[in-house]
C-alpha cells in the first residue's frame, strides 16, 4: 500500500508542478503552528480554511453546474444555526451538532431549488438572492433563535488555539477533496463531475442524451448546502455564536469574489482566491486603509477580470503546465517532449 501510495506521488505528483504547489502548500499549513505562529494568524488561518470550504461549495453549485446562486448565505448561516440549536436545544456536542446542521442546510438547499428549477440565468440568481434576506428577518424574529442577539456561549472547537486550526484545516482538506472527487470529470468511478459540465454547457443536449438534469441539479444544490452549512457550523462554534449576519449578502458576495479571483471552475481556484485575499483584508483592518478593505478587494478583481479573466491560479497553472496534444497527460510546461508517450510539446 505504501510503494503504491509512493509510486503514485513519484508519477503523478512530483512532474506535475501545479500539484506540486499543492502539496508543499498543505504540508506548510500543517506545520505552521510547529514554526511557533502566533494565536492571532492560527485564528486568521483557521477563519481562511472555513471561508474555503464556503467558496469551494459555491464554485461546485455555480461553476460547475452552472446554477449561478447569489444567496449562498443561505446555507451558511443554516448550518451555523442548525448547529447552534442542535446544542442549545439536544446538548449535542460540535463534532455532532455540526454535521446535523450541514445536514439542515443540505435539506434547505433541496428546498430552496424547487422553485429554482423552472428558472435560468439573471432569473434563478434573483430568486436565490431572496432567500437569504428572508431567512435573515425570521431569525431575527423568534426567540427560540435568539434574536437580534442571536444564540451565544456555543462549546469552541478545541481547547487551544493549535487545537482548534487543526480542526478547521482537517475539516477543510477532507472537504475540498470531496468537492474535487465529485467534480472531477475525469474520474473513472464518480461521474457527477462530468454529468455538472454538461449540464453546464448546454443542458438541453445533456436532457437529449438521457441525463436526467432535474436530478442532478437538486444534487447539486444539496452538495453546495451541505458543504456551505459545514463552514457556517465550524464558524459558529470558531467565534462562539450564532448570528443573522450569517446571512448577509456581504457573505454571499465574498465567497463569489474569492472564486473569480483564484478562478472558477476549479477547486484549487477558490482556496487559492481565500487564502490569497482573506489574510490580507484582515492584515489591513485597523490601519489607514482599512475601511477600503471592499474597495481594493473589488478593484483587484476588475483587474483579474481584464487582464486575466480565468482567474489568477489558473493563469499560473497555464504558464507551468502544459498538456500532451497526443495522451493528454500534463506535463511540465519547461519539458520539451511528454514524460509518457515521447510526443512533442511545443
Not at 513519484?10 to 502548500?25: D, E, H, M, S
Not at 434573483?126 to 433563535?145: K, M, N, S
Not at 462549546?155 to 486550526?165: F, I, K
Not at 483579474?304 to 489568477?312: S, W, Y
Request: hydrophobic fraction near 55%; glycine fraction near 12%.
Amino acid at each position: 500500500m505504501f510503494r503504491r501510495l509512493l509510486k503514485d506521488f513519484r508519477w503523478g505528483v512530483i512532474p506535475v508542478p501545479g500539484r506540486l504547489i499543492a502539496v508543499i502548500f498543505f504540508v506548510v499549513l500543517f506545520i505552521l503552528p510547529l514554526l511557533g505562529a502566533s494565536r492571532y494568524m492560527l485564528l486568521i488561518l483557521s477563519l481562511a480554511c472555513i471561508n474555503a470550504i464556503f467558496a469551494v461549495s459555491w464554485d461546485v453549485l455555480s461553476g460547475y453546474s452552472g446554477q449561478v446562486n447569489f444567496g449562498q448565505a443561505l446555507f451558511f448561516g443554516a448550518g451555523a444555526y442548525g448547529s447552534a440549536l442542535l446544542y442549545k436545544y439536544a446538548g449535542l456536542p460540535p463534532g455532532a451538532a455540526i454535521p446535523l446542521g450541514a445536514v439542515a442546510a443540505a435539506l434547505l438547499g433541496i428546498v430552496t431549488c424547487f422553485p429554482a428549477l423552472r428558472l435560468r440565468g439573471p432569473y434563478l440568481s434573483l430568486i436565490t438572492l431572496a432567500f437569504p434576506l428572508l431567512f435573515q428577518e425570521l431569525v431575527r424574529g423568534f426567540d427560540v433563535t435568539g434574536g437580534y442577539l442571536g444564540i451565544r456561549g456555543l462549546p469552541e472547537l478545541a481547547t487551544t488555539p493549535a487545537g482548534r486550526y487543526y480542526v478547521c484545516l482537517v475539516v477543510m482538506t477532507v472537504a475540498v477533496l470531496i468537492m474535487w472527487k465529485l467534480t472531477d470529470a475525469g474520474s473513472k468511478y464518480v461521474r457527477t463531475g462530468l454529468i455538472f459540465h454538461a449540464i453546464r454547457e448546454d443542458e438541453i443536449a445533456a436532457r437529449a442524451t438521457g441525463i436526467n438534469t432535474i436530478n442532478y441539479k437538486i444534487l447539486a444544490f444539496a452538495i453546495g448546502g451541505f458543504f456551505g452549512g459545514i463552514a457556517g457550523g465550524l464558524y459558529a462554534h470558531l467565534i462562539g455564536t450564532a448570528g443573522y449576519a450569517a446571512f448577509s449578502m456581504t457573505r454571499s458576495f465574498e465567497a463569489i469574489i474569492w472564486v473569480i479571483f483564484g478562478g472558477m471552475v476549479s477547486i484549487y481556484g477558490a482556496v487559492a482566491g481565500v487564502f490569497a485575499l482573506y489574510p490580507l483584508v484582515q492584515s489591513l483592518t485597523g490601519t489607514v486603509v482599512g475601511s477600503y478593505n471592499y474597495v481594493i478587494m473589488t478593484v483587484l478583481v476588475i483587474c483579474i477580470l481584464l487582464f486575466m479573466p480565468e482567474g489568477v491560479a489558473v493563469w499560473i497553472r497555464d504558464k507551468i503546465e502544459r498538456e500532451c496534444p497526443r495522451c493528454k497527460l500534463t506535463n511540465a510546461a519547461w519539458r520539451r517532449t511528454c514524460r509518457a508517450c515521447g510526443a512533442s510539446l511545443h
